[in-house]
C-alpha cells in the first residue's frame, strides 16, 4: 500500500512537471544578470551603470594612477630607484600617452541608447542621466583629439551582423575640428539637462559642461593659431592640424562659455578665498571639500575607508613625517618650476642664491630665499623647513666648510665629527637631500599640492580621500583671459588674469599693456602646476618641440629668460641648501643655496614632431585601413 | 603511496623531452641587411637613435613596419629572413630629401634579401659641411669648416643655427655634450671659412681628448646634419 502511494506520488510529480511549456521550463531569467529593461526601470540602478562610466574616465594625471604622472616634463623629478627612467630617457616614444578606447565609448552608446527607450523611469531623471553619459562621452572625445587629433566619431553602437564582411564597420578618421565640433555642440546639447548646482562637483553639472565646452573650444582655436608655425605637423585631410581661419571663432565660443561661468550664469562658482595665509589657502583649494569650497566645478572624489581611496599621500610625504615607514618622497618638484614663481611687484627674478659678485648669500631660516614670492609657491611646492602636519621638514645637503669643501654622508642617521671637534653630529637632513637616495627629495623640495594633512593619510591601508579636481573656477577664469586675449580684448582679459594674481596675493594688478603671450603661458605654469595640463598646453601652443628640444640645460639656462615661454625646460634642476660652518663668521650656522643637477639626471627631454599626436598602434592600422597614420612617424 | 619510479616513466619523460624541443618555433632571423647613408659616397651624419628607418615585408597577415634607426655615422643594420623588402623613411624624418610620390606617402626601395647584404642608401641632404677642421689650442676647441646648400631648388631651406659640441665620450650631440657654442643662421654671412670655437670645460676624472662634431640645425628640419666625429687630443 506504501509502496502503491509513493509511486502514485512520484509519477504524479512527473506527470505536473513536464506538462509545462518547454519554453517556461527553459526560459529561466538570470539571477547574476540584470537585463536590459531592468536595469533601466530604478534610478539607483541607472545610477550604479554610471557610476562605473564616471569610474572610467580618463585623465592625463590622476591621484589614483599614481604619482608618476605628474612627474614628467622636467616640473618634478622621481625620487625612486625604479622611476629614474622619466629623467634618464632622452625622449618618449611615439606611442606614449595614446589612447583609443572604443570599448568605453560603446559602453556609453549603449548606455545612452537603452536610457533613451527605457520607458519606467522618470522623464527628469532620463534626462539628467543621458546628459551625463553625453558629457562623459565628449569628455573622453576630448581627451582622445588632444591626444589622437581626429578619431573616428561614433555615437551611435555599432553591431556586427556576422556576415564576415566589416567593411561596415570601418570608419574613417574624423577631422581634427569636427572632434573639437562636437565636443562643443555636445557641451552646448546637454548643459540645460544638467543640474544647475554648484555643490554637486562628482557628477556633471551645467557648469561642468561650460568649462569643458570652454576649454575645448581654446584647444582648438590655439592649436588653428599656432599650428601654423609647425606645417609639418598636419595631414592633408585634416585629420590633424585645424585650418587658421577656424581660430577665431573658437576662441569667441571659448570666451562665451566662460563667460557664462563667470557671471554665475551656471551657479555661483567663484575663487577660494577662505584662509587668511595665501599659501595655506591656495592648497586649501585641493583639499576642501565643503560646500565651501565653490572653485571645484568638475572632481573625482574619494571616500576614505569606504573603498576609494588613493596613495598620493603615502607616496609623497616628506620622509622624516611618514605615516608610513619607508614610503614617501617620490615626487619632487623641480627647481625650473619653483624658478617661475614671480616676486610680489610682478618680476621674474631667479631665486638669489649668489651676490653680484658670485659670493653666497647667507640666510638665517631656509625659507628667506623664498621670502617676498607668489603665495602660490609655497601653497603647491612644500619648502625646505616647510610646515606639514605641525612638523618642520629637515632638508639639507651637508654643511659648507670654511676651505670650500662639504662635509656630508650618505645618510642623515651616519653623523661625522665637524672640523675641530669629536662629537658626531647629523651632517645632512632626514628628509633629505643625497644624490640618488630615494623615498627622500633629491631637489630640496617636496610637493604639498593634494597632500593630504589628515591623521593617518599616509598610511597605506587607510589611504587619502583628497578629491582630484578635473575643472575648476580659476583655470576657467584663465581660459577666457587667453582667449579674449588672442581675440584682442586685452582688457577683459587682464580683468580676468588679475582676479587669478590677487588671491595668489600679487595685488599690484598687470596693466593692460603688461599682458602677453608668455605672461598667459606662464600664469597656467604656476597656477595649474601638477593639474595635469602641461602636456596638452606646450603641445597646444606648438611650444614643445621648443621647450623639450632635447639638449642638455645648464645653470645659465636655468636662471636666466625666466617667464620666456619658448625657455628650455629638458632636466629638472634641485635646490641643496648647505649649512656654512666656520665658528668666528658671522654667517656660521647660515644657511647658503646651490643649483644642483641631480646625479640621476641624465637625458635631456626632446619632443620630436613626431609626438605631437601620439602613434595609432599598427593592430589598429591594420584591422581598419582607412585609418590615416600619423604625421612625422 | 610509494615513491617508486618505474622504467617507462622515465623512457616517457626522456620522449617528451625530447620531443618537445623541437621544431615549435621558427628559427631567428639570421640575414644581416646593414648599409649606411650617403650623399655622392660621402657618409651623413646623424644623432643616434633619433632618424629611423621603415622596413615593410608584404604578404605576410598584418601590415606594420620593422622599425629601426640610423647612428651616428649614418650606418643601420638589422636581420631579417630571407625574403623581399622595402625599405622607406617615415616622413619629416633626416635632414635629407626622400622622394615622395605624394604629399605624406613616401617611396619605397625594393629589397631582395639572400644570404647578408649590405646596400648604401643614397640620399640628397639640405646641406653638407665641407673642409671641417677642429683643433684644440689654450683650452679652447675651434672648428673651421664650409657650408655647402645642396638643394637649392623651391625645397631649399634655410639654416637655423650651426653648433660646435664636445663631449667626453664618442656620443656628440645636442643630448650628449659637456660644451657648446651656437651660431645663429642669420649670423652666417659667408658660407665658407666659418669658424666657431668653445672652451672647454673641467672634465671630472679628468682626460687630455674631447670628441668635437659640429651640426647645422635646419630650419624645419627636425634633425640635425654633423661632421664626422673627430678626436682632439691636447
Known amino acids: ?633 | 603511496m610509494t615513491m617508486k619510479i618505474k622504467f617507462h616513466h622515465i623512457i616517457l619523460v626522456i620522449l617528451l623531452a625530447a620531443t618537445g624541443c623541437k621544431k615549435d618555433n621558427y628559427d631567428a632571423p639570421a640575414q644581416k641587411f646593414s648599409g649606411r647613408l650617403i650623399y655622392n659616397g660621402e657618409a651623413i651624419n646623424l644623432e643616434y637613435n633619433q632618424v629611423p628607418f621603415e622596413i615593410y615585408q608584404p604578404g605576410f597577415g598584418k601590415v606594420g613596419p620593422i622599425n629601426g634607426t640610423f647612428d651616428q655615422e649614418g650606418n643601420f643594420s638589422t636581420l631579417l629572413f630571407n625574403g623581399n623588402y622595402k625599405f622607406t623613411i617615415p616622413p619629416n624624418q633626416g635632414p635629407f630629401r626622400w622622394k615622395e610620390i605624394s604629399a605624406g606617402k613616401r617611396d619605397t626601395l625594393a629589397v631582395t634579401i639572400s644570404g647578408a647584404q649590405n646596400m648604401d642608401i643614397e640620399v640628397q641632404p639640405y646641406y653638407m659641411l665641407r673642409n671641417v677642421s677642429i683643433t684644440a689650442a689654450a683650452g679652447k676647441v675651434t672648428g673651421v669648416f664650409d657650408i655647402e646648400k645642396i638643394i637649392t631648388d623651391a625645397d631649399a631651406k634655410n639654416i637655423e643655427r650651426v653648433s660646435l659640441y664636445i663631449n667626453k665620450t664618442q656620443f656628440v650631440s645636442g643630448a650628449d655634450q659637456i660644451a657648446v657654442t651656437d651660431l645663429a643662421g642669420s649670423a652666417i654671412l659667408s658660407p665658407n671659412n666659418i669658424s666657431m670655437s668653445v672652451d672647454i670645460p673641467a672634465i671630472s676624472p679628468t682626460q687630455n681628448y674631447v670628441f668635437a662634431r659640429v651640426g647645422i640645425k635646419i630650419d624645419g628640419v627636425e634633425d640635425m646634419i654633423f661632421s664626422p666625429l673627430t678626436k682632439i687630443t691636447y
Open chain 1, 1 to 633: 500500500m506504501k509502496k502503491i502511494f509513493l509511486i502514485t506520488i512520484v509519477a504524479g510529480l512527473f506527470i505536473t512537471e513536464s506538462c509545462r511549456k518547454d519554453s517556461d521550463f527553459l526560459d529561466v531569467p538570470p539571477k547574476q544578470v540584470l537585463p536590459t529593461e531592468l536595469a533601466f526601470s530604478d534610478p539607483a540602478l541607472v545610477l550604479s551603470i554610471l557610476g562605473d562610466l564616471y569610474n572610467r574616465t580618463v585623465d592625463f594625471s590622476g591621484l589614483d594612477n599614481g604619482w608618476a604622472s605628474f612627474v614628467d616634463f622636467s616640473e618634478a623629478f622621481p625620487s625612486e630607484n625604479g622611476s629614474y627612467f622619466f629623467v634618464q630617457r632622452t625622449g618618449w616614444g611615439f606611442g606614449e600617452w595614446s589612447s583609443w578606447d572604443y570599448t568605453y565609448i560603446r559602453d556609453l552608446n549603449l548606455f545612452i541608447q537603452r536610457a533613451t527607450a527605457a520607458t519606467k523611469l522618470a522623464d527628469a531623471d532620463k534626462k539628467r542621466f543621458i546628459a551625463e553619459a553625453r558629457f562623459l562621452r565628449a569628455n573622453y572625445y576630448f581627451e582622445l583629439v588632444k591626444r589622437m587629433g581626429g578619431v573616428p566619431l561614433i555615437t551611435e553602437p555599432l553591431e556586427y551582423d556576422y556576415s564576415g564582411n566589416v567593411t561596415s564597420l570601418q570608419k574613417p578618421r574624423a577631422k581634427e575640428s569636427e572632434i573639437y565640433d562636437f565636443v562643443i555642440s555636445e557641451a552646448e546639447a546637454i548643459k540645460g539637462d544638467l543640474p544647475n548646482d554648484v555643490n554637486t562637483k562628482s557628477r556633471a553639472t551645467t557648469g561642468a559642461a561650460l568649462a569643458m565646452e570652454a576649454r575645448a573650444a581654446l584647444y582648438a582655436g590655439s592649436i588653428a593659431k599656432y599650428g601654423v608655425t609647425t606645417p609639418q605637423v598636419s595631414l592633408p585631410g585634416n585629420e590633424v592640424g585645424i585650418p587658421s581661419a577656424l581660430a577665431a571663432g573658437y576662441y569667441t565660443k571659448a570666451l562665451t562659455a566662460a563667460q557664462v561661468i563667470i557671471t554665475q550664469t551656471a551657479g555661483s562658482y567663484q575663487l577660494y578665498r577662505v584662509l587668511p595665509d595665501l599659501s595655506d589657502n591656495f592648497a586649501a583649494v585641493f583639499l576642501d571639500k565643503s560646500t565651501v569650497n565653490q572653485e571645484a566645478i568638475f572632481i573625482e572624489d574619494f571616500k576614505a575607508n569606504a573603498g576609494k581611496t588613493h596613495g598620493f599621500t603615502t607616496n609623497d610625504q616628506p620622509f622624516s613625517i611618514s605615516d608610513e615607514g619607508l614610503d614617501a618622497g617620490r615626487l619632487n618638484p623641480s627647481l625650473n618650476l619653483v624658478e617661475a614663481f614671480e616676486k610680489l611687484d610682478n618680476t621674474y627674478a631667479p631665486i638669489p642664491t649668489k651676490d653680484a659678485s658670485g659670493n653666497p648669500i647667507y640666510y638665517t631660516n631656509q625659507l628667506d630665499i623664498f621670502a617676498g614670492r607668489d603665495a602660490r609657491l609655497a601653497g603647491t611646492v612644500l619648502l625646505p623647513n616647510g610646515l606639514f602636519k605641525g612638523k618642520r621638514t629637515d632638508v639639507w645637503a651637508g654643511y659648507q666648510l670654511a676651505d670650500g669643501s662639504i662635509l656630508t654622508s650618505n645618510d642623515a642617521g651616519n653623523l661625522k665629527p665637524l672640523p675641530g671637534t669629536t662629537t658626531p653630529v647629523q651632517v645632512t637632513g632626514k628628509d633629505g637631500v643625497i644624490n640618488g637616495q630615494e623615498f627622500r627629495t633629491q631637489t630640496g623640495f617636496y610637493i604639498r599640492k593634494y597632500l593630504d594633512p589628515t591623521v593617518g593619510s599616509g598610511r597605506r591601508g587607510r589611504g587619502s580621500d583628497v578629491a582630484f579636481i578635473r575643472y575648476r573656477y580659476a583655470e576657467v577664469l584663465l581660459n577666457a583671459a587667453e582667449a579674449a586675449f588672442e581675440l584682442g580684448q586685452t582688457g577683459i582679459a587682464i580683468g580676468y588674469i588679475n582676479q587669478v594674481r590677487a588671491r595668489a596675493g600679487l595685488v599690484t594688478p598687470l596693466t593692460a599693456g603688461d599682458l602677453t603671450f608668455d605672461r598667459i603661458v606662464h600664469e597656467r605654469r604656476v597656477e595649474l602646476a601638477f593639474e595635469g595640463h602641461t602636456l596638452f598646453d606646450m603641445k597646444r601652443w606648438r611650444l614643445a618641440h621648443v621647450v623639450w628640444d632635447g639638449n642638455q640645460m645648464s645653470v645659465t639656462d636655468l636662471v636666466s629668460n625666466i617667464g620666456n615661454a619658448r625657455k628650455r625646460n629638458t632636466q629638472p634642476y634641485g635646490l641643496w641648501p648647505y649649512k656654512y660652518y666656520n665658528p668666528g663668521s658671522p654667517n656660521n650656522n647660515k644657511w647658503l643655496f646651490k643649483e644642483v643637477l641631480p646625479s640621476p639626471v641624465t637625458g635631456a627631454n626632446r619632443f620630436q614632431l613626431g609626438n605631437y599626436y601620439s602613434q595609432i598602434g599598427n593592430d589598429i592600422l591594420s584591422a581598419n585601413p582607412l585609418i590615416v597614420k600619423q604625421p612625422n612617424q
